[in-house]
């Protein structure tokens, strides 16, 4: 069991591109979520899906977010145009369900100069 | 909107010794309390977890009290040790939502 996959691990840009974040959750663990980590806000839930279908996106900042699950193994959240204010660590995570443990992707650390 | 308000930010605790870490919840409807270990550059981990029916539940040197009336929870490493060096977060979530909603975390220094 590999755990939550996430790439890339680390992502620089400049203000005004687009920024795609990739997750490859565990296999059988129906429920996704997405969390942004800052220092000042700590640990953010943005947005999560159950059986690829979105249940709440209400963490997701602005309309600059959207999060995608074309299937069970895929997960991308984009940012666009991306500015200096999204710079945090983003982290994926699944679970098998409400109560279930999350497992953690070890993160993307995007810097939006 | 902070639902799970965490203390302290920080903890110095010097090796052998006892570190607790409180947290307080709003949400009457919480219904499951977990704790998550973070190490640099790693995401959060599961560490231990707790039902409200529950007021103590042990594994190893960690503890999680629970005040249902208060609405508090509280996480006690016994013996520290270095290797405990890391950011803890409580959580709670409600069923009916399925959101896990995190406190904003304390680091943990535990001097050897």
């Known amino acids: 069991d590999a755990g939550v996959i996430q790439s890339p691990r680390h992502e620089v840009t400049e203000m005004g591109q687009e920024v795609t974040l990739r997750c490859k959750p565990i296999?059988?663990?129906?429920?996704l979520f997405w969390y942004r980590q800052t220092m000042m806000r700590g640990l953010e839930l943005l947005i999560y899906f159950n059986n690829n279908v979105p249940i709440d996106d209400s963490g997701m900042p602005e309309d600059r977010f959207s999060a995608k699950m074309p299937n069970a193994s895929f997960s991308t959240l984009k940012i666009q145009p991306s500015e200096p204010r999204d710079s945090a660590v983003y982290f994926c995570a699944a679970s098998q369900g409400v109560n279930s443990p999350l497992h953690f992707g070890n993160g993307t650390r995007l810097t939006v100069t | 909107q902070q639902q799970v308000k965490q203390s302290p930010q920080s903890l110095i605790v010097q090796k052998g010794g006892i570190s607790i870490i409180n947290c307080a919840y709003e949400n009457t409807a919480f219904d499951y309390f977990p704790w998550y270990q973070q190490f640099p550059g790693k995401g959060p981990a599961l560490l231990i977890a707790i039902r409200p029916d529950v007021s103590e539940k042990k594994e190893g040197r960690f503890t999680i009290s629970f005040n249902k009336s208060a609405k508090q929870f509280s996480l006690h490493i016994m013996d520290s040790q270095p290797g405990d060096s890391a950011t803890y977060f409580c959580a709670a979530i409600a069923s009916n939502t399925g959101k896990l909603i995190f406190g904003q975390g304390t680091t943990l220094q535990v001097k050897p």
């Open positions: 296999s059988g663990h129906n429920s």
